[in-house]
């Protein structure tokens, strides 16, 4: 929970990505996800959440998206309902098996973005590239 990146401040409220990712993982389909605050022009940030889903789930991606996206809302409040969630192979972590948060907010937000020297496969940012593109608000 010391992550400088762990709080986001929507609309004044100051919410937890770490609370929120901890009801995701909650969810009996989800093998590990990450939720972070991207730039919106009404709210300031807004949370948007990415979730690997575990090998053999047979319900439709709509379906369980829609199954999350309540689970938090339902726990947490509406004030912190997810703007997007989407369900990618992998998300991109260091060597040392950390998500790279900041790296997946560059690239919804259209910055450059920056590498890092540790990260264990930097193929997957090219497959989540097309998928973040254009999400801001």
Same mark, same amino acid.
């Given at each position: ?14 919410? /937890? ?7 995701? /993982?909650?969810? /009996? ?13 009404? &709210? ?9 889903? &575990? ?7 709509? /379906? ?74």
């Amino acid at each position: 929970m010391g992550r400088t990146d762990d709080v986001i401040n929507v609309a004044g409220h100051r919410l /937890s990505t770490g609370e929120m990712e901890e009801v995701l /993982s909650g969810h /009996s389909a989800v093998a590990e996800c990450a939720v972070i605050g991207i730039n919106d022009t009404l &709210k300031g940030q807004v949370p948007f959440g990415l979730v690997v889903i &575990k090998n053999g789930i047979t319900e439709s991606d709509e /379906s369980l998206i829609a199954d999350l996206k309540g689970k938090v809302r339902a726990e947490i409040g509406a004030i912190a309902s997810l703007k997007g969630l989407i369900i990618v192979e992998r998300l991109p972590k260091t060597r040392s098996g950390k998500i790279l948060r900041k790296t997946l907010r560059q690239m919804i937000d259209g910055q450059h973005i920056d590498i890092p020297s540790t990260i264990d496969d930097p193929q997957v940012l090219a497959e989540l590239t097309p998928r973040l593109t254009g999400i801001t608000s």
